[in-house]
T-cell receptor, first 115, second 115 residues
Framework: AQTVTQSQPEMSVQEAETVTLSCTYD???????LFWYKQPPSRQMILVIR??????QNATENRFSVNFQKAAKSFSLKISDSQLGDAAMYFC????????????FGTGTRLTIIP | NAGVTQTPKFRVLKTGQSMTLLCAQD?????MYWYRQDPGMGLRLIHY???????AKGEVPDGYNVSRLKKQNFLLGLESAAPSQTSVYFC??????????????FGQGTRLTVV
């Protein structure tokens, strides 16, 4: 079974600085998708960024970018120019491509933005 | 466009009572999922469905049952609630990856307390 590990339960960053959240995963598959979801206090799950495993280029969405290392099974999220609205729980997730296409989550990282 | 709607949003149950959580999606998605979210444990998959009339067990299925009689609805039942089932429950839906869908869409969550 696939597993997703987020080893940083909590992180903090000064406003306008850059922070990197870590995620590792375990799989024997070659094709899959990886995601970062944001969960603000409203509890809503919001997709931040996605990465297709067969694409070598790292995904980028405005201030959010990933460092995808397929061989190392690592998928970190970098947030540049941190803003107060970035404060939230961040979940890394894995979706298998074949089979039942289940979505597996890590345990989350709570990000605090320091004004 | 409502997306994924969960009913109810909050509920308090007494130990031993039963209840059903309803998830409805209007995006014609094949796949639907039920997760529970507990502090420090991320989102854990309870049951999922890959199409109308199908269901399968996830990571933590004990104490829960599900049904998917209609494509747009996925019901989660607790036959005899226990305090250990106090949690926030999320429903999600997604199209198959082969149909161009990778992202899962989430409901707003149901906070269930069992006393």
């Amino acid at each position: 079974a696939q597993t997703v590990t987020q080893s940083q339960p909590e992180m903090s960053v000064q406003e306008a600085e850059t922070v990197t959240l870590s995620c590792t995963y375990d799989t024997s598959e070659s094709d899959y998708y990886l995601f970062w979801y944001k969960q603000p206090p409203s509890r809503q799950m919001i997709l931040v960024i996605r990465q297709e495993a067969y694409k070598q280029q790292n995904a980028t969405e405005n201030r959010f970018s990933v460092n995808f290392q397929k061989a190392a099974k690592s998928f970190s999220l970098k947030i540049s120019d941190s803003q107060l609205g970035d404060a939230a729980m961040y979940f890394c997730a894995y979706r298998e491509y074949f089979g039942n296409e289940k979505l597996t989550f890590g345990t989350g990282t709570r990000l605090t933005i320091i004004p | 466009n409502a997306g994924v709607t969960q009913t109810p949003k909050f509920r308090v149950l007494k130990t031993g009572q039963s209840m059903t959580l309803l998830c409805a999606q209007d995006m014609n998605h094949e796949y639907m999922y039920w997760y529970r979210q507990d502090p420090g444990m991320g989102l854990r998959l309870i049951h999922y469905s890959v199409g109308e009339g199908t269901t399968a067990k996830g990571e933590v299925p004990d104490g829960y049952n599900v049904s998917r009689l209609k494509k747009q609805n996925f019901l989660l039942g607790l036959e005899s609630a226990a305090p250990s089932q106090t949690s926030v429950y999320f429903c999600a839906s997604s199209p198959p990856i082969a149909q161009g869908g990778t992202e899962a869409f989430f409901g707003q969550g149901t906070r269930l307390t069992v006393v």
